[in-house]
Every structure is written in C-alpha cells, then in structure tokens.
C-alpha cells in the first residue's frame, strides 16, 4: 500500500514538474487562431512574394497544419524512396504521377487525366457508337429483310471454306465473342447490369468476365494470325471491286441485284484489312501490353494507361465493324451461315453473290470442291467445270 502511494505521489509530481517546463517555439503545432501567425502580413499570409516558392518548414511558420508544398511535390511526380528495386518497380518511388493533358482530358494528374479520358469519352461515345450500330443493323432488318437469292436452288454444291478454313474461323470468332462480351461487360456493364443483378452478383461476374477475357486475348490472337495468313490470297483487290464499291454492293438496287465479284467482296475486303489486320493489330498489341506479355516495355503506369485508352477505342471499332459481319453471315444473308457450317454453298447462291468466283469456277481455274470430301460430303454433287 506504502509503496503504491509513493508511485502515485511521483508520478503526479513529475507530470507537474513537466507542466512546468516551458517549450521552445517550434517543437510541434499548437492550436491557434491563423488570424495572429505572423503580424506583419496578416490576415493573408499569402501575399508574400515568395509564398508559392516556400518549402513545407517556411510554410509552417505562417500557416501551420498547410503542407501545401509537401503535397505539390508529390504531385509533381517526383520520386520519394523506395527500397523496391529500380528494375521490378520503376515507379514504386512515386505516389502520385506528374501532371499531363491528354486529348480530351484538362491538365491535371496522370491518372485523372486518363480518367477524365475514359469516362467522358472512351465510355459514353464508344456506347453510342456500337448501340448506333445496332440500331441500324435492326432497322435494314426489319426493312429490307435478309438478302437471299432470285433463282432457284440447283441442289449442285460448291465448297466455299475447307474444314481448315472453318476450324481457324470458329476458334477465332469463339474467341471473340468471349473478349467482346467480357469487354462490354467491364466497360458498360454498371450502366444496364449492376442495376439489374446487384453489386455482388455484378462483382463475381465481371471478376470471372475478366479471367476470361484475359485467357480468350491469346487464343483470339493466334487464330487472327492464322485467319489472316490463310484468307490473304483472296483478299487483295481484284476486278470489279470498284464497281461493287461504287454500286454499294447493290443495296439500293431496286432489283435487288449484287455486282459481281470474287471469292470476297469489297465488303468483306475492308473488314479483313480494317477489321482483322489494322484494327487486329492495335487491339491484340495493346492487350499484350496490358497483360504485361511484351518483352522490353517499361511497364509504368502512363504506360499502361495510354495503352488502356488505345485499347477501348480500337476494341470499340473493331466490335462496331465485326458487328456488320456478324449480322451478314447470319441473319443478315441466306445461305451465309450455312457456308461457314458446313462449307458449301449452292450453285445460284455462287452465281449470285460472287459472280466472278463463280466464272472461275466454271472456267476450272478454281476448283469446285479443294478438301479432301469427308463423311459429310460424301452425298455432295459439286459444280463441274463447264
């Protein structure tokens, strides 16, 4: 009891004793009215001329509790330390990035301007174009109907895609329906989804969405290569392509005839060179870029935010123009799906919608049937040379 007494009695007399002892100025920040820090150029410490040149210790003279100058310089995206090694994280040292514009965007941090990018442009216009798209696709739907052929089936068949041909093609738009959903899932998904299946749900799905999607790139990748090597030969331009070019393909035909053309049209020539390779080439570069898969590229974050925005607006494009053929080699032509099923089309559709192909044919410069025929085909009358 004795000795708690005596703890007690010293423990007060030392608090007193340091009560006591006066404080130099400086040694931490008081409370205090701002209106009476620095009397000779008060109220407004920043009318002094060098007030935006002062470091944070002569700003804490004036104004105390202001770290203005310590938080410019972090947003000036100057370095701090960082024990993380220079080569695994080049940045890891800045906390916030240096200012930039990015077009579209103010002058402000990197990350915001990328922000400001994406969000009120890359998202509401890159909507709009692919609903755009849509709409219109409906509307000739709904209008003129699907295109199918004036004459008569002759039940006599021509091998349009060989089995290798349709293997490449399925793979590569399996592919891309997988990235396509994923993506339009991420990027729009919390405008038309989130209300509807709520935030967890949405969060699970756009989490599997984007394991996918990040699986799906190297598989669409690969199979773009192989669709490119392998429909090149018939894909540069050819006779007649002005002519179709010019006739619009004959869409406002009032007959509702096709120019002639090749194997490919002019139609699906600017979707192979716009679509599959330009286009392929910037969405499946970027992508590998994002997924880090590119050797020699210094992955900071500007880095990766350029490439996010390139990304979204070529992935954007390339949906808007596979979009149309899609809608083509579906319900948008008879006979168009059936070709990529099973890889025969009839005589007349030839003749029809290819009509230089079909000559070709006929001609016995391109044969009728270029497979090996399978079980499938074993019952197929193909075109003889004439």
Do not use: C
Request: hydrophobic share 45%.
């Amino acid at each position: 009891m004795l000795r708690s007494t005596l703890l007690t009695f010293t423990l007060v007399a030392s608090l007193s004793a340091f009560a006591q002892v006066p404080t130099a100025p400086g040694d931490g920040i008081r409370s205090q009215n701002i209106l009476d820090v620095k009397p000779e150029i008060k109220p407004d410490a920043s009318s002094d001329p060098n007030y935006l040149q002062q470091n944070n210790a002569e700003r804490k003279k004036v104004q105390p509790g202001n770290n203005a100058p310590m938080w410019r310089s972090i947003a000036a995206g100057v370095p701090g330390y960082s024990s993380l090694p220079k080569s695994e994280a080049p940045e890891a040292g800045v906390l916030i990035q240096a200012p930039v514009q990015y077009p579209g965007s103010r002058r402000t941090t990197a990350g915001e301007a990328w922000r400001q990018v994406r969000n009120n442009w890359v998202i509401p216009y890159g909507g709009a174009l692919l609903l755009i798209m849509l709409g219109a696709l409906a509307i000739v739907y709904f209008t003129r109907g699907p295109l199918g052929i004036h004459g008569s089936e002759t039940g006599r068949k021509i091998e349009r895609f060989t089995p290798f041909e349709r293997s490449a093609h399925w793979a590569n738009a399996i592919a891309f329906s997988i990235l396509a959903i994923s993506g339009v899932v991420m990027a729009f998904g919390k405008f038309f989804l989130l209300p509807v299946t709520g935030l967890t749900l949405f969060g699970w799905l756009t989490y599997v969405l984007k394991n996918l999607h990040n699986f799906a790139g190297p598989v669409f990748a690969v199979s773009l290569v192989i669709i490119f090597l392998t429909f090149l030969r018939d894909n540069w331009p050819q006779r007649g392509d002005l002519r179709w070019l010019l006739k619009i393909g004959g869409f406002f035909d009032k007959n509702g005839i096709e120019p002639p053309s090749h194997r490919f049209n002019v139609g699906e020539k600017v979707v192979f060179w716009g679509g599959v390779f330009l286009l392929g080439i910037v969405v499946v570069g970027s992508g590998l870029v994002m997924d880090q898969l590119i050797p020699g590229v210094v992955y900071e974050r500007s880095t990766m935010q350029i490439t996010n925005m390139i990304h979204g607006v070529a992935a954007v494009l390339m949906m808007t123009v596979f979009a149309l053929h899609i809608y083509l080699g579906t319900i948008g032509m008879i006979g168009a799906y059936s070709a990529m099923r099973t890889g025969y089309v009839d005589e007349t559709w030839a003749r029809e919608h290819h009509g230089y192909w079909y000559e070709d044919i006929q001609a016995g410069r391109i044969p009728a049937q270029r497979s090996q025929p399978t079980a499938l085909a074993d019952d197929v009358e193909t075109v003889r040379p004439a």
